[in-house]
């Protein structure tokens, strides 16, 4: 099993619509919050990533809601690698409120791409190795 990663967030009013309610639309950006801090805790940046020529696009997002999150509460974000990359690299993700109360799971799956040649590229062995080295027995 690979590392978790937990990110807490307080929700911003901006975040909400007009009955204090998260708009479903910022999932993406939650996942995203959570996804770039599991990799910080790996070692690895996307800023770093981009300055090596590595881009990594989102090409499939999954969101399943099953409650509601709201103005000004603290939600979770539970993000886990599901499997060592290769050309893609996947993440699992868990969104829990104040109470422990399972908001939302998700799913997102990126491509690795060479930024000159705007083409598919095989996961780094030296992200793999970190990837490895932080696993849970």
Not at 85 to 97: A, C, W
Request: with cysteine; net charge neutral; proline share 3%.
């Amino acid at each position: 099993m690979f590392y978790q990663h937990t990110s807490t967030l307080r929700i911003r009013y901006g975040e909400t619509d007009q009955m204090g309610v998260v708009y479903h639309g910022n999932y993406a950006q939650f996942f995203e919050v959570g996804r770039t801090e599991w990799l910080r805790q790996q070692g690895v940046t996307y800023k770093d990533m981009e300055n090596s020529g590595i881009i990594l696009p989102v090409i499939s997002l999954q969101c399943n809601f099953k409650k509601s999150a709201y103005y000004d509460e603290c939600i979770y974000i539970r993000t886990r690698l599901k499997k060592l990359p290769t050309v893609k690299i996947e993440f699992d993700y868990e969104i829990i409120n104040e109470a422990g109360e399972l908001l939302c799971t998700g799913n997102t799956v990126l491509a690795f791409m060479d930024r000159a040649k705007q083409k598919p590229m095989r996961c780094p062995e030296e992200l793999i190795e970190k990837f490895s080295l932080n696993t849970l027995n």
